[in-house]
């Protein structure tokens, strides 16, 4: 996806380069038409704010306890109290700990 991003936004910031050099050079108007300068900035710092916010989820998920469906995770401690019906399933065992 970096990638992809990385070649779009470059060939419309050379692609604008291009166009405005032309326009310096002849000083024709329609040149001016085909600039994405803002385009490729916007499309470059949306990518990047996704990527922050996707990393601070990350990063606050990283510290809770349990799943998204409350279970324990691998990491977690075990709770006390033993098992409760929400933790048993159809045709499954249930132990009691020591």
């Known amino acids: 996806m970096d990638l992809l991003v990385a070649l779009s936004t470059g060939t419309a910031f050379v692609f604008s380069l291009v166009h ?6 002849s ?4 040149h001016l038409h085909h600039l994405y300068f ?13 990527k922050v916010i996707e990393a601070r989820a990350q990063r606050r ?12 995770t691998e990491g977690s401690p075990p709770r006390r109290g033993g098992a409760g019906a929400h933790d048993l399933r ?7 700990a020591p």
Do not use: K, N, W
């Open 20 to 25: 405005l050099g032309e326009y310096f050079a």
């Open 27 to 30: 000083g024709v108007e329609h």
């Open 38 to 50: 803002e385009a490729a900035s916007m499309t470059i710092a949306f990518v990047l704010l996704g």
């Open 61 to 72: 998920d990283s510290h809770c306890p349990t799943t998204a469906h409350g279970q324990p």
């Open 90 to 96: 159809r045709g499954g065992r249930a132990r009691d």
